[in-house]
C-alpha cells in the first residue's frame, strides 16, 4: 500500500512538472512575441528598428518582461549596424553608434520539452 502511494505521489509531481514546463514555454513564446511586435511597430512608427529594447518602453510595451526560463531580463538581440557611404559612394565607414535592435531571442540554455533549444524560439 505504500509503495502506490509514493507512486501516485510521483506521477502526480511529474504531471504537475509537465503543466509547468508547457505553461513556461508558452509565456517564452508569448513574452517573445510582444516583443517582436513592439519592434515592427517601432519601426513603422520611425522608420528604423529601434536602438535598443529599452526604447521600445513605455509606448510599445510597458516594461521588458523577464524570460520564464532565466527568469531575469538578458535576452539575445540581434543587431544591425548601417553604414554611411563615403562622399562618393566608393567605400562605407561604419556609423557611429547606429546599431538597430532587428531581433530578440530567449539567452536561455537547454531546449523546451519537444527539442527545440529556447535560443531559436
Known sequence: ???RAVLLIVLVAFACREKYDAARDAALKDNLFQMRKAIENYRADHG???PSLDALVPNYIRKIP???ITRETNWRVTTEESVQPS???TTGTAAA????VVEV???APGSDRDGVPYANY
Open 1 to 3: 500500500m505504500k509503495s
Open 48 to 50: 528604423t528598428y529601434p
Open 66 to 68: 523577464a524570460d520564464p
Open 87 to 89: 562622399a562618393d559612394f
Open 97 to 100: 553608434a547606429s546599431a538597430v
Open 105 to 107: 531571442h530567449s539567452a
